[in-house]
């Protein structure tokens, strides 16, 4: 990491986060993450605190909290809030189990469609005339 003791540029950082420059540039604009001060005739220069924040973000992005919720979460940032992250990230899962649920009613539904297409007794394709039909099958 090309860190200084005065800090890290924009670039050094998101490497060390693992996001690109854009994705630190964005966070800023939404309020995520801090923008340094420039100084006169200078670079902003990033801190570890910075750094944490930003790693922060994206693991919670990699576990499917939205930007919105990863600020919520941010903001418990003291660690006694506790019961707070728990039933955000409670929310959370149920919203993922509820989509898990929802994906295998409609792999079911390919499946039974896919097995109608090897077993076709009509001169039409089942899965064509089915997504025509006024009501299609359980879907996104």
Known sequence: M????????????????EVGVETVRYY?????INEPERPYGGIRRYCEPDLRRLRFIRHARDLG???????????????????????????KRARIQQRIEHLERIQATLDSL??????????????????EAPHAPDGP
């Open 2 to 17: 090309s860190e200084t003791r005065d800090g890290m540029t924009i670039g050094a950082l998101a490497r060390a986060a």
């Open 28 to 32: 800023q604009r939404r309020g995520l």
């Open 65 to 91: 909290f939205s930007l919105v919720e990863a600020g919520e979460l941010l903001q418990l940032d003291d660690g006694v809030e506790c019961e707070q992250a728990q039933r955000i990230a409670g929310e």
């Open 114 to 131: 896919l097995e109608q297409c090897r077993d076709r007794k009509t001169a039409r394709c089942p899965m064509i005339a089915t997504l």
